[in-house]
């Protein structure tokens, strides 16, 4: 698999709206596989496909639980309100405070083309929210409050 390049903010294409996925190809195989090698390479929790240059309905999310593939996904529910950190890929060395449901329920397909139906609280919550956004070509950063603050990078101890 591949490692690929992070489009960051300024790119115009995190702005666009990405197209609906018809059907699995192995180019979209090998999309999915070489976004989870990225977002893991860059110790992120999620990644939209626009992140990578493509205008696909795709996500990938691993809030330390597993892999989750959404493709086409809608949230379909949401609940309760929870303020907390945000950062961003395409953001680097940034965050800010952001308000999103503290309750997501999406629909999308997996990696077979099967609807499958998530329920997500707090951080799994707040993945869904950020990703479907990408997917819309919005951004996080225009729902700071206060602004976005430097954040050191994450270092691994060794």
């Known amino acids: 698999m591949a490692i690929r390049k992070i489009r960051e903010l300024g790119d115009e294409v995190l702005t666009k709206p990405c197209k609906e996925v018809t059907k699995m ?31 696909k309905r795709i996500v990938t999310i691993d ?25 961003c890929l395409s953001v680097p060395g940034k965050a800010g405070l952001v308000t999103r449901p503290n309750y997501v329920k999406v629909k999308a397909l997996n990696e077979d083309m099967e609807e499958i139906v998530l329920e997500g609280e707090e951080l799994l919550a707040r993945a869904f929210c950020h990703e479907i956004d990408h ?12 602004g976005l603050h430097d954040v050191e990078p994450y270092e691994e101890e060794v």
Request: glycine share 14%; charged share 20%; net charge negative.
């Open 63 to 87: 809030i330390g639980e597993g892999p989750i593939v959404l493709i086409n996904p809608e949230i379909l529910e949401t609940s309760g309100e929870q303020t907390g950190e945000e950062g």
């Open 25 to 55: 190809t192995l180019r979209t195989k090998i999309l999915i596989n070489d976004m989870l090698d990225t977002m893991y390479e860059a110790m992120g929790v999620g990644l939209a496909a626009p992140q990578v240059g493509i205008l």
């Open 135 to 146: 997917l819309d070509g919005k951004m996080y950063v225009d729902l700071v409050e206060g």
